[in-house]
């Protein structure tokens, strides 16, 4: 803007004062400087007017005497004059009659023959004036004077003023930062407090005041209005922190009652006075299958419905009641709330106004829960009692004095004793006289919270019976977790006991029997396996001495007698067959104490036919075998095994060289193993005795001890396995075996 | 063969002492003297110059074999498992667990042919095991056998500068 606007105050006045001042003196400084220039000129015309009378008067009789010399000289006196350049004395006809003209000032007379004036040129004054003798012309005379007086004087006079002026200046200068600081002062002052006030919102600042003028009004109007400020102010922030507080604390009623009914375990609604949902909680939502963005301002009829349990019919929400009526309206029993998803929920609930301070009805609030669990507790009480009731078990209950509190319908028929015959009776009534201390420490224990369960005893009727009884007794607590009575469950079992009487006695006649049996088995497998081991040794020492006895005498026996000895060997080596394989019969249950170990029936199978070369080569036999498994068992158990089934099929072989195939495969869940021949078969007649010990079907044309398939099934059924036989004579016969309790790996598999 | 062909044989241990000391010192723990029998008439056979020192009871057996017991050390101990009061293996356990006897050859002779009878002796160091056979042939076959092992043990002893 205007940048002398921008300026201080105090440099304003300053300008100001020194403007004015300034303007005034060179105001009246020029003034006087050309008021003076005129005076002076005035004054200078008088003067040279009269010089020219002087002038004209002392050459009147030089020219009329026609004396120019004269003339002349009168014309030089006028050099005395520094400023007269000029004078020229013309004839009437306007020739020159005598001139003077200052040395260089290069001057020249005028034209002679002009009208008489006073003017002033460019370079002076001029004056021409008639020469009068008794009033006649006789010439003119011209005096010029030039101006340099006047400039002269001018320039002293400016010169003077100028002096003049600065020195008021100057003056005026110390003056005015003097003087205006009584104007600058207050004022920056109270922009000072101004300023202090607006930057720090301090209201209790004041300005000074330094004068009683309009500037010290100023600053009373100033602090005056600070006053009212600060004083609004105060109030007008007291009213605020009020008001904050009280918008906090309405604030935190609101969310603490916000909170309480949203996180209240019952429904919750509320309606403005038309019956509108005003809130809604999350229970209510829940309940009634919609948010709160569908509930709230709908009417609360269009969103809670609910009819009445048994004849369905619609009822009013009580809402409209209480809108109604004005007063607290609770819902009749067996309403159902049907949801929006159709969902029928059974509801206790209750509305009632809300009032505002006046008492007119502003709103209504409905309070209503979900009593599914009480009916459902309701009805399963209802259930238990009469279960309890119909039960064939005795029921009842007595008190921590042993007085019966209840008794079923069961409890009648067991004991005898009616409900109205021993309720409020002492339990003892049912305690056999020798087991009432039974009854006491009963007493103990269920005071101390335990749970007797199954607890079989003896009880009386009261026909003086006497009942074999199983108890369940239980304390029973009030609400307060007291325990007050005991509730028990009797049951008969008379019948069961005398029943397992019988049975245990049945079952100890069998153990016994059994551990006989097992004695006797233990003993018979012990005679077994020593006898077919001690004897062993007797055969031998007769084998060996029976050969001994020919070598020893060679010659001394016949023909005959070498034949009985060979007898004696061939019976004892027999007899030794027998023994070794009955040996490896009972052997096969004594194996216990080894480790199981991994078994190739692969390997075993190519190992049997190993032993078998020579039999095999002999009668041509071709024997195949499927992929067998690895099993986990006793390595010595399957070797015999598959030499006895294999060793079989050649043995009893048919017309044609024994084929024999030896296969697994998997029937119903388990493996099952078989070795199968082109061989003469088996009648099944004799399928089952083939297995006994030391049966066979054929004679001595066949050798052979009878133990062999015995071998064989003692093997599996130590396993949990069967073994069994599908033959018809002469058909080939395929024996087959599980073996269920071993663990079976197929090659390549990672089990 | 009658009973003067056949080896030296005595009846107790205290006897060994006077044993002449190039004949083999066989130590027999048996209680079947036919088998006694059998074995010095295959020893004989085999031309083995031996003196046989039997013990027929479990007991004596491990008398002799005690810590501390005076017992001279045979070449080779030949024992038959199934014996009174004591078993060979039994016998053999006490005989290994005496440092003097730790290293003696030790030959099974049993009527056992059982498969578990034999893994139970694995760890004694059983030169070998032999079921008695009840054929005169191969009973006098273990002559030879006798004869090899004690040869091996002679060698062996020689190269380990005993």
């Given amino acids: ?751 | 063969m009658s009973r003067s062909d056949l080896p030296e044989r005595t009846n107790k241990g205290e006897q060994m002492r006077n044993a002449v000391e190039e004949k083999n010192q066989l130590l027999v723990i048996e209680d079947n003297p036919a088998d006694v029998d059998l074995l010095q008439r295959a020893l004989a056979a085999a031309k083995l110059d031996c003196q046989l020192t039997v013990v027929d009871d479990g007991a004596l057996a491990m008398a002799l074999f005690r810590p501390g017991a005076a017992t001279p050390v045979p070449d080779l101990a030949i024992v038959d498992l199934n014996l009174p009061k004591h078993g060979g293996i039994e016998i053999i356990a006490q005989m290994r667990a005496n440092p003097m006897f730790a290293d003696v050859p030790v030959v099974i002779l049993s009527s056992s042919s059982s498969p578990s009878d034999r893994s139970k002796m694995e760890k004694y160091q059983i030169r070998r095991y032999i079921v008695k056979p009840a054929d005169l042939d191969e009973f006098m076959n273990i002559g030879p056998q006798i004869r090899e092992i004690l040869s091996i043990n002679k060698k062996l002893g020689r190269s380990s500068g005993a």
């Avoid at chain 1, 306007?94 to 006073?118: H, K, T, V, W």
């Avoid at chain 1, 002052?189 to 209201?203: C, G, M, N, P, W």
């Avoid at chain 1, 005893?457 to 009030?478: C, E, H, I, W, Y």
């Avoid at chain 1, 009648?683 to 054929?698: A, G, M, N, S, T």
């Fill in chain 1, 1 to 751: 803007m205007h940048p002398f606007r921008d300026i201080p105050i105090r440099q304003k006045l300053m300008v100001i004062i020194m403007s004015v001042t300034a303007s005034a003196l060179v105001l009246a400084g020029s003034g006087i400087i050309v008021a003076d220039s005129i005076l002076f000129r005035a004054a200078m015309q008088r003067d040279i007017s009269a010089l020219a009378q002087i002038v004209a008067d002392n050459s009147t009789a030089a020219l009329a005497f026609e004396d120019p010399r004269t003339a002349t000289q009168t014309l030089g006196s006028l050099k005395a004059r520094p400023h007269l350049v000029g004078a020229c004395i013309f004839r009437p006809n306007g020739a020159i009659f005598a001139q003077y003209l200052r040395p260089g000032s290069g001057m020249e007379c005028p034209a002679g023959n002009a009208a008489d004036q006073m003017l002033f040129t460019g370079s002076g004054l001029m004056i021409r004036r008639p020469i009068e003798l008794n009033g006649r012309r006789i010439g003119t005379l011209v005096l010029l004077n030039d101006l340099g007086e006047l400039t002269e004087h001018i320039g002293l006079y400016g010169q003077a003023v100028l002096l003049i002026l600065l020195l008021s200046i100057l003056v005026a200068f110390l003056l005015s930062s003097r003087l205006r600081a009584i104007i600058a002062g207050p004022i920056s002052q109270l922009a000072d407090a101004t300023r202090q006030v607006s930057e720090t919102s301090d209201y209790s600042i004041r300005a000074q005041k330094l004068s009683g003028d309009e500037l010290g009004a100023l600053a009373d109007g100033f602090n005056e209005m600070l006053a009212r400020i600060q004083s609004q102010d105060s109030e007008l922030r007291e009213a605020l922190l009020a008001q904050a507080a009280a918008l906090k604390e309405s604030q935190e009623v609101r969310d603490s009652l916000r909170t309480t009914l949203a996180s209240i375990g019952d429904a919750v609604i509320s309606t403005d006075a038309r019956g509108r949902v005003v809130f809604v909680n999350a229970v209510a939502q829940s309940l009634l299958g919609l948010t709160e963005a569908d509930l709230v301002h709908r009417p609360l009829d269009e969103v809670f419905q609910v009819v009445n349990e048994f004849n369905r019919a619609k009822i009013s929400s009580p809402v409209t009641e209480v809108l109604r009526e004005g007063r607290i309206v609770g819902m009749a029993n067996h309403t159902i709330l049907v949801a929006r998803d159709g969902r029928e929920i059974p509801i206790d609930d209750s509305a009632a106004p809300i009032r505002n301070e006046g008492g007119s009805i502003q709103g209504t609030v409905l309070v209503f829960r979900d009593v599914t669990a009480r009916r459902r507790a309701d009805e399963t009480s209802r259930l238990l009692a009469s279960v309890v009731q119909s039960s064939d078990d005795a029921i009842f209950s007595w008190d921590l004095n042993g007085t019966v509190t209840s008794w079923n319908q069961g409890a009648e028929r067991i004991f005898g004793f009616s409900a109205a015959e021993i309720v409020g009776q002492s339990v003892a009534a049912i305690f056999p006289p020798d087991r009432l201390d039974e009854l006491s420490s009963l007493k103990a224990r269920i005071g101390s919270g335990e749970r007797i369960e199954q607890f079989q005893t003896l009880r009386k009727t009261k026909a003086g019976d006497l009942l074999n009884v199983s108890l369940t007794v239980s304390p029973v607590q009030d609400p307060t977790g007291r325990i007050t009575a005991a509730s028990v469950v009797s049951r008969n079992i008379t019948e069961q006991v005398r029943a397992a009487d019988r049975l245990a006695r049945l079952n100890a006649d069998l153990q016994r029997s059994n551990e006989v049996l097992a004695l006797t088995n233990q003993d018979l497998e012990r005679f077994a396996f020593i006898a077919s081991h001690d004897l062993q040794e007797p055969l031998r020492m007769i084998t060996a001495y029976s050969q001994l006895l020919i070598k020893s005498f060679p010659g001394q026996f016949n023909s005959e007698a070498s034949a009985y000895v060979d007898n004696i060997v061939d019976g004892t080596t027999r007899m030794r067959e027998l023994l070794t394989d009955l040996l490896a019969y009972t052997e096969i249950r004594s194996r216990d104490e080894q480790p199981l170990e991994l078994v190739d029936l692969n390997v075993v199978v190519e190992n049997v036919v190993q032993d078998l070369k020579a039999s095999i080569d002999e009668t041509g036999a071709v024997i195949s075998s499927d992929r067998l498994p690895v099993v986990r068992a006793f390595r010595a158990h399957f070797q015999p095994l598959f030499q006895n089934l294999i060793g079989n099929a050649i043995k009893y072989r048919g017309e044609s060289p024994p084929r024999i195939h030896v296969s697994v495969q998997e029937v119903g869940g388990e493996l099952r193993f078989s070795v199968s021949d082109n061989g003469m078969g088996i009648d099944p007649e004799y399928h089952k005795q083939i297995f006994e010990v030391f049966r066979r079907l054929h004679g001595r044309k066949i050798p052979g001890t009878g133990v062999g398939l015995a071998i064989c099934q003692r093997v599996v059924e130590r396993y949990g396995g069967r073994i069994w036989v599908e033959s018809l004579a002469g058909q080939g016969a395929t024996f087959f075996f599980t073996l269920p309790n071993v663990a079976i790996r197929f090659a390549g598999e990672d089990k």
